[in-house]
């Protein structure tokens, strides 16, 4: 059983920046796919970022592109989402997702970002 522990949410101004962080119990390069999703109350759960730790190869969803940037730190096991240009539509609870190779999917907390005036 995987572990994933996210943190660095928080509240922030439109135009501001955040850094989210989620460590892995296991090492993230015996991970197929690392990502982020996001919720709002009422709606689906949105995939926002992923990436290969392996190939380091990185996608993200068209409403994030160019704002965030996704990364990973492999001897700490962690996966990073870098924020910048927050708009309040981008006010979600945050969560990380890693698949296996066997296409198990395991899934953090999540952590409550907040863009606000």
């Known amino acids: 059983q995987v572990q994933l522990v996210e943190s660095g949410g928080g509240l922030v101004q439109p135009g501001g920046s955040l850094r989210l962080s989620c460590a892995a119990s296991e090492r993230i390069l015996s991970f197929l796919t690392m990502g982020w999703y996001r919720q709002t109350p009422g709606k689906e759960r949105e995939w926002v970022a992923a990436?290969?730790?392996?190939?380091?190869?990185?996608d993200y969803a068209d409403s994030v592109k160019g704002r965030f940037t996704i990364s990973t730190d492999n001897p700490k096991n962690t996966v990073y989402l870098q924020m910048n240009s927050l708009r309040l539509e981008d006010t979600a609870v945050y969560y990380c997702s890693i698949r296996t190779w066997s296409r198990l999917d395991y899934w953090g907390q999540g952590t409550q970002v907040t863009v606000s005036s």
């Open positions: 990436i290969c730790p392996n190939s380091g190869t990185t």
